[in-house]
């Protein structure tokens, strides 16, 4: 069975391009903020990795990553944050957080990225 990811950005057209990018390897969920992300993981739904954005409405990415850190049922989701503002190195990064990408991003490094964050083996590398 595929390893499930959830997105979580504020952004449609940011969520359409991570869902495709994903889709072939991985289910994927989609959440437009924290909010959202949070209510259907409390829904007892369990993801692999959460790919989330820093600035969004209703919770933002360092909330959610806050929330999620501090959960035994949650803590153990790695989570990539993406963002396109710069992230004050001094900030309190909590330790769920695996990897902050800047946008734009490499969208081939991203899925190298992912792969290797859910330990899969990429499909070419398979004989």
Known sequence: ?????L???DSPALRLLLEAMLKQKYRVV???DGLSALMWLNNGNTPDLIITDIQMPQMDGWELTGILNENLL???IPVMVLTGT?????????????KILQKPFDPMNFVSLVDMHLNT???????
């Open 7 to 9: 997105v979580v950005d």
């Open 1 to 5: 069975m595929k390893k499930l990811v």
């Open 30 to 32: 989609v959440a437009g």
């Open 86 to 98: 710069r992230v004050d190195e001094m900030k309190l990064v909590p330790s769920n957080v695996v």
């Open 74 to 76: 949650y803590n153990d």
């Open 121 to 127: 083996v990429p499909i070419e590398a398979v004989s």
